[in-house]
C-alpha cells in the first residue's frame, strides 16, 4: 500500500521552487496513466535525449506531437475506415486503441525532430542552455571598476 507524502514543506520552505514541488506533487499522485504504449527514453549525448515509442499499426497521419510549456504531448489516433472489415481473432496481442501519452520536459529542452523506423517512433530533444544562463569565467584584474570615477 502507497501511503501519500505531505510536500506542503516544499511549498513553505523552498522560495522560487515551486515549480520543482509541483512537480514532484505531481509525480507522486496515484493518478492512473495507461502503460499503453510502451516506450525507452535514451541519453544520446550530454544533452541530447531520444524517446522511443512502440507505435505498431499507426502511421505518420494517425501521429500527432505537440509540444508546449514544458510538455511533451504524443497523440495516436486511429482512423475509421470506410471499409470496415470485420475479423475474427483467435488471439489478438496488438493494441489496436488510440493512445495520448504526455512527458514533462525539463527547463530548455526542445523538441529537433522526430521519425519512425520499424514499426517506431523516435523523438529527438536536446536541451540548449542560453548564453546568459551558462557558468562564465570573472577574470581578477586588481581594480574595482565600481568606485573608478570618470575624469572630465
Do not use: C, W
Not at 64 to 76: A, D, Y
Amino acid at each position: 500500500m502507497r501511503t501519500a507524502t505531505d510536500f506542503s514543506p516544499l511549498y513553505r520552505s523552498f522560495i522560487g521552487f515551486d515549480h520543482l514541488a509541483g512537480l514532484i506533487d505531481k509525480a507522486s499522485r496515484a493518478d492512473k496513466q495507461s502503460s499503453y504504449p510502451p516506450y525507452n527514453i535514451e541519453l544520446l549525448a550530454e544533452d541530447q535525449y531520444r524517446i522511443t515509442m512502440a507505435i505498431a499499426g499507426f502511421s505518420e497521419q494517425e501521429l500527432e506531437i505537440e509540444s508546449k510549456q514544458n510538455t511533451l504531448v504524443i497523440t495516436g489516433s486511429k482512423t475509421p475506415s470506410a471499409e470496415k472489415v470485420e475479423r475474427k481473432f483467435l488471439h489478438q496481442g496488438i493494441a489496436d486503441r488510440n493512445f495520448e501519452r504526455k512527458f514533462q520536459l525539463g527547463d530548455h529542452v526542445k523538441v529537433v525532430g522526430a521519425f519512425m523506423e520499424n514499426g517506431l517512433l523516435h523523438v529527438d530533444l536536446e536541451r540548449e542552455i542560453p548564453e546568459a544562463l551558462k557558468p562564465r569565467k570573472i577574470a581578477i584584474n586588481g581594480k574595482s571598476l565600481l568606485n573608478t570615477k570618470a575624469i572630465e
